[in-house]
């Protein structure tokens, strides 16, 4: 089965309509279902999303993009470098 991806638009409103589900006597897992995701995937969008607005969790997904880039980019220098250093030493 196909995962879904969900925008951090579309998470702030499921989580919103979760606690209201929630604030009129429903369980997490009962809102959870109402909602169309697992009880799993609730907390764990409340744990990362909780109290953020929309502007602030698109900064967020942005920043995390950004960072796996740039990591990406350190990693491959780091090999360079490593090559680099052992093509100079004349041990291959």
Known sequence: MARKRYTPEEIIQHLRTAEIEQ???LTQAEAARKVGITPITL???????GG???????????LEQ???RL????SDQALDIL??????KGNF
């Open 83 to 88: 090559i680099l250093k052992e093509v100079s």
């Open 66 to 68: 950004e960072a796996s």
């Open 43 to 49: 907390s764990r969008w409340k744990s990362e999303f």
């Open 23 to 25: 604030s009129k006597g």
């Open 52 to 62: 953020l607005r929309v502007d602030q969790a698109k900064r967020l997904k942005e």
């Open 71 to 74: 990591r990406k980019i350190v």
